[in-house]
Structure formats: structure tokens, C-alpha cells
């Protein structure tokens, strides 16, 4: 069961590995009719449960809630077994997608989780409108999807299974630019 505690754990290991700056990205979780999301700029480590705010499946966004508060909530009306929404800033994950195109890892854990990772080229100037709706939609298939240039979404049924995704596809993109570091070198 996700909880308050859980989820500022989890925000924080974000930032702890790499994976966000101090105050990027967010996450929430579900528990009934409430999602619990980060704050809008909030300090990953700073971050106390009792910082968490509150939004209704309905739409309504707790007064300070993350940026990307809608986002979530759409991820979950369109996912009823998620629990769990992490959004990270990967860096490897952010440099290999740049193109647009979408992320075929190569390395066998990849390959088992992931057989394509969609990429999402929304413009800066809509992304608030655009990207709950296709975001959402994407993550009905899959299990995580990236933003070009932004980031990376990840949803599950539990933190833990959210985390390994977002974890698990920073490796394969940390792996495959070795790889071409190394081709170009052969």
C-alpha cells in the first residue's frame, strides 16, 4: 500500500540518484478517490509527508499541488489499477531521446520490460493542455513514456514497480550510449 511516508521516500531517492535536480519532477499516488502529489517546487530533500497535497479524481487540483497535477490525475482515470505516477528528469534517458524518436533498448533487462519506450514531441507553448490527454492515453500501453526534451512518466500498481521502471530505463539508456561511445571508437 502506498503511503505518505512511501512516496516522499521514493521523490526523494529521485533526486538522491541522479535522476531529478533538487527541486524536479514529481510524484504521487493513489488511495481512492485522492491522489497525493508533490508540491509545485518542492525540495526533494526537504520534502515531509505532511507537505503532500490532496486532489480529487474529479479534476480538482489541491491549491499548490505540482504543475503537473492533471497529468496525474488523467493517468489515473485512464489506468484504474495504478497507484503510483512518478515523473523524473533521467538525464540519459532525456539525451537519447532528443531526436523524438521512440527508445528501443538494447540490453537484455530492457529489452524484457520495455520493448519500446514512446517518445512525446508536445510543444513548450501547449504542454499544459497536451500533455495529461497524451501522456494518459500512452500509459494505457505502456508502462512508462518520455517527453522530448522534459522527461520521463512512469505508472504502476505500487511505487516500487514505478521506481523500478524509471530506474530500469535510465540504465538501458545509460548502457546504450556506451555502446555508442564505443562503436564510434572501433
Same mark, same amino acid.
Given at each position: 500500500?502506498?503511503?505518505?511516508? #512511501?512516496?516522499?521516500?521514493?521523490?526523494?531517492?529521485?533526486?538522491?540518484?541522479?535522476?531529478?535536480?533538487? $527541486?524536479?519532477?514529481?510524484?504521487?499516488?493513489? !488511495?481512492? %478517490?485522492?491522489?497525493?502529489? *508533490?508540491?509545485?517546487?518542492? +525540495?526533494? %530533500?526537504?520534502?515531509?509527508? !505532511?507537505?503532500?497535497?490532496? +486532489? !480529487?479524481?474529479?479534476?480538482?487540483a489541491g491549491e499548490k499541488a505540482s504543475f503537473d497535477a492533471a497529468l496525474h490525475i488523467e493517468?489515473?482515470? #485512464?489506468?484504474?489499477?495504478?497507484?503510483?505516477?512518478?515523473?523524473? $528528469? +533521467?538525464?540519459? *534517458?532525456?539525451?537519447? *531521446?532528443?531526436?523524438? #524518436?521512440?527508445?528501443v533498448p538494447e540490453d537484455f533487462e530492457g529489452q524484457l520490460y520495455f520493448p519500446k519506450v514512446p517518445v512525446h514531441c508536445i510543444p513548450f507553448s501547449s504542454y499544459g493542455e497536451q500533455a495529461p490527454q497524451v501522456v494518459a492515453d500512452t500509459l494505457q500501453e505502456h508502462c512508462i513514456t518520455v517527453t522530448r526534451g522534459h522527461g520521463v512518466y512512469a505508472c504502476a500498481p505500487s511505487l516500487d514497480l514505478a521506481y523500478?521502471?524509471?530506474?530500469?530505463? !535510465?540504465?538501458?539508456? #545509460?548502457?546504450? $550510449?556506451l555502446a555508442r561511445q564505443i562503436d564510434r571508437r572501433g
Open positions: 500500500m502506498c503511503t505518505k511516508e #512511501k512516496l516522499v521516500t521514493y521523490y526523494s531517492w529521485l533526486r538522491q540518484y541522479g535522476y531529478n535536480d533538487s $527541486h524536479s519532477g514529481n510524484a504521487s499516488f493513489r !488511495e481512492d %478517490d485522492t491522489v497525493w502529489i *508533490t508540491p509545485s517546487g518542492a +525540495c526533494a %530533500d526537504t520534502l515531509q509527508p !505532511e507537505d503532500l497535497i490532496a +486532489c !480529487e479524481m474529479s479534476g480538482v493517468v489515473y482515470r #485512464k489506468n484504474p489499477d495504478a497507484r503510483a505516477v512518478l515523473h523524473s $528528469h +533521467c538525464p540519459y *534517458t532525456i539525451a537519447l *531521446t532528443l531526436d523524438g #524518436k521512440e527508445f523500478k521502471w524509471t530506474c530500469s530505463l !535510465e540504465q538501458s539508456a #545509460k548502457i546504450a $550510449h
